[in-house]
């Protein structure tokens, strides 16, 4: 059994190592690559996605699975080995259900489509991509179709991101979120708005960039084992547990882009680089699930990296950074300029209450979409349509409305967006556990200091990696399953602080 055990971990590493090496070039596409590799890029990113799609899906490794299985059922439920296979099971399941040829196509139409995005979106041109879009979302329909007997379909393409949850379960979490979130949304944005013209400065992007920097190894990322590049769309990557890299973007006319999206990948990457060095080139060795990994980056970026406590140990840093832009600036004041609420056009900028609304609007369109009750040539109006009736505003245009986000334009229609908000419920989750079980975690914060939350999460949630899926590890971090309450409790008590909230 051991040698057997052996072989399928020799394998599994290699098939790691190929989806490494694939990582490292899409990240060099999107940091340094000049734009005239795209071509070959794509093509060299379809070979590398093909063979460690051959070598996962080889016969071989199911015989060892299956000789493998009464090994795995003589082992603890919770056990390394057993957790191990069980994982590689479910997804060697999937994988054999997906032609090869299928992932190179996908791979290699992706590619040529985000290089088009990346041209279109600055162009406002929908039209561009549209064929492109209307590709994807074919190749969409045809990925779930290879999974029959689901109820919905976009319940395959939502499991290998957020297993445990279907189309259903993110619906029924979303209806409830809204019913809450729908009044408070209104009662806020009924007032005078946050002024944040402090923010709207001028500021120097190396300034910018080591502030943020700075800021991320005191909540503890590794720089032995990690580094920082400049993107168009923010990322973390992992190329293994030693070498677990955040991007961000600066504008050097407003503070908030590069700082806040530095300590959101920041987040992202404190999970990987707390998963147990010994799960090193398996399959264990990554974050769950889009929901979990999203709440550590929205967990550092906003309940942390957005609070009062926080900002009352570094706002006079921010100050002495940048003098002459906050010297008369105010805590009071620059705290809720940092937590403006607004209805605006960009999700990625979104504030915490209305971000959800963004992230709603999106799932839906994917399962329009999907269901065949939108066509892509109609979706940028269906886009305008929505947003004004969610937001009250209507976008100017598509670069700011339909074309504004990466995955569709990168990845395939459906399952892409739900885990941001099941990210922000779970932050909030995870952030309570932690608060509960160590009340002096806030006045560390207070103190700029962060290593009890930090040691708490490695404890309970980042050292895991894969071992337990996303609803065994909330359940097991918290206590109970995934709960809207502890969210919305937050967001209660941090804006009811800084607005009206009864309407
Ligand atoms: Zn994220």
Redesign the pocket.
């Known amino acids: 059994m051991e040698t057997k055990f052996q072989e399928l971990k020799t394998r599994l590493l290699e098939v790691n190592d190929i989806s490494a090496a694939a990582g490292l070039l899409h990240w060099d596409q999107s940091t340094y690559m000049p734009p005239g590799g795209a071509a070959a890029r794509a093509r060299q990113m379809a070979t590398l996605g093909r063979l460690s799609h051959e070598k996962f899906t080889d016969p071989a490794i199911g015989k060892l699975l299956d000789a493998l299985e009464p090994y795995q059922k003589s082992l603890p439920y919770d056990s390394d080995e057993a957790s191990l296979l069980r994982l590689t099971r479910r997804r060697y399941e999937r994988a054999i259900k997906i032609p090869a040829e299928f992932t190179a196509e996908v791979t290699n139409h992706t590619s040529e489509s985000f290089q088009v995005w990346t041209e279109a979106r600055p162009a406002n041109d929908f039209e561009r991509v549209r064929p492109y879009l209307e590709k994807t979302l074919e190749y969409s329909r045809q990925s779930a179709n290879f999974f029959p007997g689901y109820d919905h379909i976009a319940d395959p393409l939502i499991e290998p991101r957020d297993y445990g949850m279907k189309a259903a379960d993110v619906k029924r979490v979303f209806a409830e979120l809204r019913q809450e979130l729908v009044p408070i949304v209104s009662a806020i944005t009924s007032q005078e708005p946050a002024d944040d013209s402090c923010l709207h400065q001028h500021f120097p992007e190396e300034k910018q960039l080591a502030f943020g920097l700075d800021i991320a190894q005191k909540f503890g990322y590794d720089m032995s084992r990690g580094r920082q590049d400049k993107t168009h769309h923010p990322?973390?990557t992992k190329f293994s547990l030693g070498d677990v890299r955040i991007t961000t973007r600066t504008k050097e006319n407003f503070l908030g882009d590069a700082l806040f999206s530095t300590l959101?990948?920041t987040?992202?990457a404190l999970y990987e680089q707390g998963i147990r060095m010994d799960f090193e080139g398996t399959p264990l060795a990554r974050g769950t699930s889009s929901g979990v990994?999203?709440s550590q980056?929205?967990l550092w970026e906003n309940i942390v990296g957005r609070s009062r406590r926080f900002w009352n140990h570094f706002y006079p840093q921010l100050q002495s950074a940048f003098p002459e832009q906050f010297g008369d600036v105010p805590i009071d004041v620059f705290y809720r300029a940092i937590n403006k609420v607004e209805r605006s056009l960009i999700r990625t900028n979104a504030d915490e209450v209305t971000y959800n609304l963004h992230v709603m609007l999106r799932f839906d369109f994917e399962l329009a979409l999907l269901e065949g009750q939108l066509e892509i040539k109609d979706l940028p109006n269906a886009w305008r349509e929505r947003f004004e009736a969610d937001f009250g505003i209507v976008p100017p245009d598509d670069k700011d409305g339909v074309l504004q986000d990466v995955h569709w334009y990168f990845g395939l229609i459906g399952g892409s967006f739900q885990g941001?908000t099941l990210?922000n419920i779970l932050g909030a989750q995870f952030f309570a556990a932690a608060t509960e079980a160590h009340p002096e975690v806030p006045s560390e914060i207070e103190n700029g200091e962060f290593q009890t939350l930090h040691d708490w999460l490695k404890e309970n949630l980042y050292q895991h990696g894969s071992k337990y899926t996303a609803p065994e590890i909330v359940e097991r971090a918290t206590g109970t399953p995934l709960s809207i309450q502890p969210y919305m409790t937050y967001l209660r008590t941090k804006y009811g602080e800084l607005y009206d909230l009864t309407g």
Do not use: A, K
Request: hydrophobic share 15%; proline share 0%; glycine share 16%.
């Open positions: 990322f973390m959101h990948e987040g992202h990994h999203e980056s929205r941001y990210g």
